[in-house]
């Protein structure tokens, strides 16, 4: 684990009360992880790969099926 010295103002050290208040976290390094998790999920996700893009876009070209409500969806899927 690596440890740091770090300056947050007092808007950020609000914000990482307010956090660990919300998750029950117990300390504030939990919190800036938990930040970071956040940051890496939303902002940081990597691209799709290409053999992935490709097979979706197979998939898009095939025609859809009309089951037209949940019991013909059903009588399609034998349940």
């Given at each position: 684990?690596?440890?740091?010295?770090?300056?947050?103002?007092?808007?950020?050290?609000?914000?990482?009360?307010?956090?660990?208040?919300?998750?029950?976290?117990?300390?504030?390094?939990?919190?800036?992880?938990?930040?970071?998790?956040?940051?890496?999920?939303?902002?940081?996700?990597?691209?799709?790969?290409?053999?992935?893009?490709?097979?979706?876009?197979?998939?898009?070209?095939?025609?859809?099926?009309?089951?037209?409500n949940v019991e013909g969806l059903k009588k399609r899927?034998?349940?």
């Amino acid at each position: 684990m690596v440890q740091a010295f770090i300056n947050i103002d007092e808007h950020t050290n609000r914000v990482l009360n307010i956090l660990k208040a919300k998750y029950g976290l117990t300390n504030k390094s939990s919190a800036i992880e938990l930040m970071a998790l956040q940051y890496e999920e939303e902002i940081l996700e990597p691209e799709l790969r290409p053999e992935y893009v490709d097979k979706v876009k197979k998939i898009m070209r095939q025609d859809s099926v009309n089951v037209g409500n949940v019991e013909g969806l059903k009588k399609r899927l034998g349940l």
